[in-house]
């Protein structure tokens, strides 16, 4: 089994930054790539972005490209989400997820963290 906990939403104004942390534990949390997914109100849930524990591989929604980056700490377990020029249409909760990379075609990832709320104000 693989636990996820996500941190890091909040409240800011349009343009600003957040950046989100995803810590995994359990035994072959290191099997799988990890990423964020965010569904925003009446919304289906969508891919964010995700990576792969060596850190060489990375993928991103064409939404989020060039404004969002991820990476890993692998002495942390963590895997960091920054969000910078953020704009009112990232307002959604956003979960960490862990699967087979790339995260994107995954229709159901394996495991997955509590969401936490992100909110942009125009």
């Known amino acids: 089994q693989v636990q996820l906990v996500g941190s890091g939403g909040g409240l800011v104004q349009a343009g600003g930054s957040l950046r989100l942390s995803c810590a995994a534990s359990?035994?072959?949390?290191?099997?799988?790539?990890m990423g964020w997914f965010r569904q925003a109100p009446g919304k289906e849930r969508d891919f964010v972005a995700a990576?792969?524990?060596?850190?060489?591989?990375?993928e991103y929604a064409d939404s989020v490209k060039g404004r969002f980056t991820i990476s890993g700490d692998n002495a942390k377990n963590t895997v960091y989400l920054q969000m910078n020029s953020l704009k009112p249409e990232d307002t959604a909760v956003y979960y960490c997820?862990?699967?087979?990379?790339?995260?994107?075609?995954?229709?159901?990832?394996?495991?997955w963290g509590q969401g936490t709320q992100v909110t942009v104000s125009s």
């Open positions: 990576i792969t524990w060596s850190g060489r591989s990375t």
């Open positions: 359990g035994r072959t949390f290191s099997m799988y790539a």
């Open positions: 997820a862990a699967g087979p990379f790339p995260l994107h075609t995954t229709v159901v990832p394996n495991f």
